[in-house]
């Protein structure tokens, strides 16, 4: 069964202090790894995609990269405005082009001022 | 920027009635998504739609739900009888093409509230 796993549930950073989220999968065959960003009562907003594995995407503060087994979202001198529930997703591959996505749970981040 | 447009943002209802969540894509979008978020769980994939026609479903969509694209930008959910536990925020989502990796985005959704 295709999954997505991510660690920490929840992390609470002060500003500036750097740290790195986790996203574990399990699917047949990768067509695509996504981040999103979701804040409270609002819907998932898009971040990155990575393809294959040894691909990095940056956005501002944001760093993703990708293994053949695992995503991380690298968070750098982090600022309040950064908290946010972050969620990792994939896009599986069934023998055929499916453009559905699995979502893991998120990680929920706090950043202090 | 471009934006996909979810309306009502919060709708409460009778056990039993029907509802119908609207959505606006991106305008050159060709694939289109509903997916559901109960308070504190994962979001979950529902259906996507691509010429007219379901593509995909889960097998959360059942009998009870069904999806339409009456004109050239609306996209519609429907529940014919909702239940207590279709409360949920409903997210539709689309992006550009059905090809590899194709990112999806999403609206801010509709709170549904099922008394």
């Known amino acids: 069964e295709d999954q997505v796993t991510q660690s920490p549930e929840a992390l609470r950073l002060q500003e500036g202090e750097s740290s790195s989220l986790n996203c574990s999968y399990t699917v047949s065959g990768l067509r695509g790894l996504f981040w999103y960003r979701q804040d409270p009562g609002k819907g998932p907003e898009f971040l990155f995609t990575l393809y294959s594995a040894g691909e990095e995407k940056e956005k501002e503060r944001l760093k993703a990269t990708l293994t053949k087994k695992e995503s991380f979202l690298h968070i750098t001198a982090p600022k309040p405005e950064d908290s946010a529930t972050y969620l990792c997703a994939v896009q599986a591959q069934y023998g055929g082009a499916t453009n559905k996505l699995i979502f893991g749970t998120g990680t929920l981040l706090a950043v202090q001022p | 920027e471009p934006e996909v447009t979810q309306t009502p943002s919060h709708q409460v209802t009778q056990m039993g009635q029907e509802v119908i969540l609207r959505c606006v894509p991106i305008?050159?979008?060709?694939?289109f998504y509903w997916y559901r978020q109960i308070l504190g769980q994962k979001v979950e994939f529902l259906v996507s739609f691509y010429n007219n026609e379901i593509s995909e479903k889960s097998e959360i969509f059942d009998d009870q739900f069904s999806v339409e694209r009456p004109d050239g930008s609306n996209f519609t959910l429907k529940i014919r009888s909702t239940k207590l536990e279709d409360s949920a925020m409903y997210f539709c989502a689309s992006s550009e093409t059905r090809g590899s990796g194709t990112e999806a985005f999403f609206g801010q959704g509709t709170r549904l509230t099922v008394v």
């Open positions: 305008s050159n979008h060709l694939y």
